[in-house]
């Protein structure tokens, strides 16, 4: 019974997903940055800040970057 109320309180609630890992962060919107039409949860951001050039995914990380700024 408690799981119906808690799905009816959250009924037409839209939460965003990340562009990169698709997770919806804990805190909802407030869990990241919006960039033109893409969320970034702020696991993401944090690790899009501290990636070093050359680093395993980089690349993968980049190309996805340039289709969030086109």
Known sequence: MEAEKRMVKSKGV????CYFCGEV??????GGIK????????????EIVSLQVGAPGYHELLE???QVLK
């Open 35 to 46: 960039v033109k039409k893409a969320f970034i949860c702020i696991k993401c951001e944090k």
């Open 25 to 30: 962060p804990p805190g909802g919107i407030r």
């Open 64 to 66: 996805k970057i340039k």
């Open 14 to 17: 839209l939460l965003p997903r």
